[in-house]
């Protein structure tokens, strides 16, 4: 049974960068053909996919947000970080790790961790 945890600050400062890292168990992340995505939910408003790094460690990220994202992984540790610089109180979200086939998640999540930056 594959799960995924967040991790990571709850607050983070205007203008920082948001750094969340996500453990995988039950599954390697270098295994084909899954791909390991961030998606986040803003309050009241629906799902947003930031981007994804797969089992090859390609990248691929959202158009609107590839200028501030970065996601990495450590294969030592299983486990795969998004960074969003230059953050604004518009990136308070619940923020979420899931696994999936190239940009599309399928049923395994993480719980999701709230991320608040302060106006």
């Known amino acids: 049974q594959v799960q995924l945890m967040e991790s990571g600050p709850g607050l983070v400062k205007p203008s920082q960068t948001l750094s969340l890292t996500c453990t995988v168990s039950?599954?390697?992340?270098?295994?084909?053909?899954?791909?390991w995505s961030w998606i986040r939910q803003p309050p009241g408003k629906g799902l947003e996919w930031m981007g994804v790094?797969?089992?090859?460690?390609?990248?691929d990220y959202s158009p609107s947000l590839k200028s501030r994202t970065s996601i990495s992984r450590d294969t030592s540790k299983n486990q795969f970080s998004l960074q969003l610089s230059l953050v604004t109180p518009e990136d308070t979200a619940v923020y979420y790790c899931?696994?999936?086939?190239?940009?599309?998640?399928?049923?395994?999540w993480g719980q999701g961790t709230q991320v608040t930056v302060p106006s």
């Open positions: 790094v797969c089992y090859d460690g390609s990248t």
């Open positions: 899931a696994r999936g086939i190239s940009t599309i998640p399928d049923k395994y």
């Open positions: 039950g599954g390697s992340i270098r295994i084909r053909p899954y791909c």
